[in-house]
């Protein structure tokens, strides 16, 4: 599929409505939050050289930050920053949000955490040279694509290129991560267990909340506000026509945590039976890979179908922010690929 031509942001008046410059507000004041976390990291590293923290572990991420792996948030901070600038500024500091909350996984030790930064640095310089530059190329593609009428297949076939790019993101984090997880001993193996347990029950306890209408007028809501961004603002009457296409995405909140707590449960497991560095890999494959390519089977022509009522419902202007945020992530791709 041809790129896009470039296209300058003089080239469409952005609209604002007062719906998108609130969140637009609310944006900038989240970034600038992350922004001072970040900056607090630092100031622990700094600290840290000079002998004043234990254990070469610093304060930052604040106690109740929820814990996460490391690939999922990169994975974040490249896909889901607010702005081209942020992209920049989040991938070139994605250490400072990413080692801690590996570290936080389990007790390691101080080998167990060089070995994390190591193979963290190792993997992001890769990622720079390999990846950037395809998922530039893919963005460009998917610009081009942008138009009232999308041409018939081209959906199937970006969420085809996209799930080999994801793929090929994942591959060479495997074998890394199930390196360190396999050093670990009986007492490590039990505190990775009462940290899932904790995240376990969060998510159940986010659950019982609301119901489960409740939580599907949320993922609407936040689904039409992600467009509402990319689009430069939309309109009421776009907002409820485009909410029933919305619902018959599929939403399975419930079956994510059951099938989550099976897989850690079955991680877990393989690691206190000392299983081959490959089983687990092979175990991690099933969940981020073969798992998400299952999920894109069940819910793609879902999703298809309500990008093409989205690509009709919106007009010109609003079609060509689209283009421009999608190449403006590309230049940044760019840009982010060839720095040292």
């Not at 300058?8 to 609310?26: D, H, N, W």
């Not at 570290?103 to 193979?119: G, H, L, P, Y």
Request: glycine content about 6%; some cysteine.
């Amino acid at each position: 599929m041809p790129c896009a031509p470039e296209i300058t942001l003089s080239s469409a008046p952005e609209r604002k409505t007062p719906r998108a410059a609130y969140l637009g507000r609310v944006r900038w004041a989240v970034w600038k939050r992350e922004f001072l976390w970040l900056e607090r990291g630092r100031s622990d590293r700094e600290a840290n050289r000079c002998g004043a923290l234990p254990n070469g572990v610093g304060s930052w991420p604040p106690e109740g930050r929820r814990k996460g792996r490391w690939i999922a948030v990169l994975v974040a901070v490249v896909a889901l920053a607010s702005g081209c600038n942020a992209l920049q500024f989040g991938y070139n500091h994605a250490r400072w949000a990413v080692v801690p909350k590996l570290k936080k996984v389990a007790d390691f030790n101080s080998a167990q955490r060089a070995q994390i930064d190591q193979e963290f640095a190792r993997y992001m310089d890769w990622h720079r040279r390999a990846m950037l530059p395809e998922y530039a190329k893919l963005l460009r593609q998917l610009a081009a694509t942008v138009s009232a009428e999308i041409p018939a297949g081209a959906l199937q076939a970006q969420r085809a290129a996209w799930l080999d790019a994801w793929e090929a993101t994942m591959q060479p984090a495997l074998a890394p991560m199930a390196d360190v997880l396999g050093g670990l001993d009986d007492g490590q193996l039990a505190s990775m267990q009462a940290n899932f347990a904790d995240e376990d029950a969060d998510g159940r306890d986010e659950l019982r909340k609301k119901t489960r209408e409740e939580r599907l007028k949320k993922r609407d809501a936040q689904v039409l506000d992600l467009l509402d961004e990319w689009a430069g603002g939309l309109t009421k009457p776009q907002r409820a026509a485009l909410q029933p296409w919305v619902r018959k995405m599929p939403w399975q909140d419930e079956r994510w945590l059951d099938e989550r707590k099976q897989m850690r449960d079955d991680l877990l497991a393989r690691l206190r039976a000392h299983e081959a560095t490959d089983r687990i890999v092979a175990a991690f494959r099933a969940w981020f890979v073969d798992r998400r390519r299952r999920l894109d089977a069940d819910g793609g022509p879902a999703f298809d179908a309500f990008v093409h009522a989205a690509a009709r419902t919106l007009d010109g202007v609003q079609r060509q922010h689209v283009r421009e945020k999608l190449l403006g992530y590309a230049k940044d791709c760019e840009v982010l690929a060839r720095q040292p």
